[in-house]
């Protein structure tokens, strides 16, 4: 798909489809006031093709609301498209990144080609026009690579309108917002991809790949790193597969970065990259076990994120860490009873953990992960993880979970979040929790009993971070989309790969 913005009277665009916003400007309390809805242009020729139907009372400006007008009366435009955003006090660029998703998704099954759509005024020009630009590329994004029968549905071009005072500031939100709805859609092709392709070893290579094409530098090492390396709580987990694990390393350094002078921060991401979650020995239930691919999401958050972080260049180092194998029961498979050791911390041994549960096996493999990233010099530390099935009890598909050992470092995430328009929603840590993982036989246990789930396996986390700032992200309710919505495909969201990129650049120096 072709996108592009620009600064054009709106009645020329010669289009499939022209989209316009729209708010509703009602604002009495009383239930029985009308809607009044008002398009959020300036442009005469737009405002006159949709008053007759603005004032029949069929639209009300509803969020997401679509009314259709074919060969509107004085445009060029075939169709035009009023998308509401809902009332105008709570429209806000997020608003606009669903209008124009949902623009996009309108068009996919009537396989319209060409869309316009114009960016509303009265929001903040940056704000809106990235805004747009990721909600038509993460619309453009289906999940359907395996049907033979699948319908090439996908749009041909997406122009963005803009006035031309607004343009110049338009542009830099729009080429930022492309950069972020790559690296998004780049995270949920590989959580969409089957686990018997998807393999550690393939995403090893995908990183790989992505790493040389945006200027990362990129290692990709396999069990004989993991036993150099000491990684006994990471290989407990990857020794059950007959497929090899993957400790994919990739590091972002600013323009003019040299080694001997840079003191500023190293921020240190990691990502769960299990490319499918048997449970292992403690099997899981058959049922909704295909679910399970999408264990690595927090993996291909990670990685998307150090793509858009490529393309966004902050001034500031990271480097991602993901740990990825396959959760399997076999022969050579862990076992309840198990203890594994983690990698030492430097002149520390590292921790003995008794293995209550194998299908708690995305803390082992992120407890490595998180050591090594310290041993590489990371000051900060985000991990990404679809961790429990608690969390998803706890804040259903809504929220994210979020975790943090500083105040300080967690606000900066709240404020990069307000800028993306994702849902986290922090939970606490706490002595009493890491009770419940305390082990008689070894320094802590894997499973921490039924209660407060979510926040025993961040406590788990939080034993190798030792004293550096770390958020932790529980995105297990929030990885898979279970139903299409009108701005979005069902299926692999993609979820964090912005607001992480988003964190990082509030370390820029
Ligand atoms: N990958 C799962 C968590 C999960 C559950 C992700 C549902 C997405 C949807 C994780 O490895 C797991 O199995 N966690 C266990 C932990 C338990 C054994 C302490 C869980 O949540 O049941
Ligand atoms: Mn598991
Ligand atoms: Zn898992």
Not at 354 to 363: L, V
Not at 403 to 409: G, K
Request: with cysteine; charged share 20%; net charge negative.
């Amino acid at each position: 798909m072709k996108t592009e913005l620009v600064s054009a009277p709106l009645s020329g665009m010669a289009v499939d489809l022209l989209a316009i916003c729209a708010v509703d400007d009602q604002t009495s309390k009383d239930k029985n006031a009308l809607p009044q809805p008002v398009l959020l242009t300036a442009d005469a020729a737009v405002q006159a093709a949709a008053a007759s139907v603005l004032a029949s009372g069929e639209f009300k400006a509803g969020a997401n609301e679509t009314l259709l007008l074919h060969a509107p009366a004085g445009l060029s435009a075939r169709r035009l498209l009023i998308v509401g955003l809902g009332k105008r006090a709570k429209a806000t660029p997020h608003s606009v990144r669903a209008a124009a998703g949902t623009a996009v998704r309108f068009c996919k099954p009537r396989t319209l080609r060409n869309l316009a759509f114009t960016l509303p005024t009265g929001l903040d020009a940056f704000a809106a026009a990235r805004a747009a630009a990721e909600g038509v590329l993460l619309a453009d994004f289906d999940p359907d690579t395996y049907r033979s029968d699948r319908k090439d549905q996908g749009l041909h071009a997406a122009t963005l309108v803009t006035v031309a005072d607004s343009l110049a500031t338009a542009q830099s939100g729009f080429q930022e917002g492309i950069v972020l709805a790559e690296a998004q859609n780049f995270a949920r092709v590989q959580v969409n991809e089957p686990p018997n392709v998807l393999t550690p070893t393939v995403l090893g290579q995908r990183a790989a790949q992505m790493a040389q094409a945006v200027g990362l530098k990129w290692e990709v090492y396999s069990s004989e790193k993991l036993h150099e390396l000491k990684m006994g709580a990471f290989w407990s987990v990857a020794k059950g597969s007959e497929e090899p694990p993957a400790l994919i390393v990739l590091t972002y350094e600013p323009e003019g970065y040299n080694a001997a002078t840079y003191n500023g921060p190293v921020v240190g991401l990691v990502g769960k990259g299990i490319t499918f979650d048997t449970g292992g020995i403690s099997i899981k239930p058959a049922d909704g076990m295909e679910k399970m691919k999408y264990d690595m999401a927090g993996a291909a958050a990670m990685l998307g994120a150090m793509q858009a972080i490529a393309g966004l260049k902050p001034r500031v180092k990271v480097i991602c860490v993901v740990c990825s194998a396959e959760n399997m029961p076999d022969g050579k498979a862990y076992k309840p009873g198990d203890i594994a050791t983690s990698m030492p911390d430097g002149t520390k041994p590292g921790k003995s953990i008794e293995i209550i549960n194998t299908d708690a096996e995305g803390r082992l493999v992120l407890a490595d992960g998180l050591t090594y990233a310290r041993q590489l010099g990371c000051t900060h530390l985000i991990d990404a993880a679809t961790l429990t099935g608690a969390c998803v009890v706890a804040l259903g598909m809504v929220n994210a979970g979020a975790f943090s050992n500083d105040d300080a470092t967690f606000r900066q995430f709240e404020a990069a979040y307000e800028k993306t328009g994702e849902k986290f929603w922090r939970l606490p840590l706490g002595d009493e929790y890491f009770d419940l993982i305390r082990s008689d036989i070894a320094d802590i246990k894997n499973t921490g009993g039924r209660w407060g789930g979510a926040v025993t396996a961040a406590e788990f986390l939080k034993v190798f971070v030792a004293d550096t700032p770390w958020i932790h992200l529980d995105i297990a309710g929030m990885a898979w989309i279970e139903d299409s919505r009108p701005s979005i495909a069902k299926g692999p969201s993609g979820v964090a790969v912005r607001t992480i990129a988003e964190w990082v650049r509030t370390f820029a120096v």
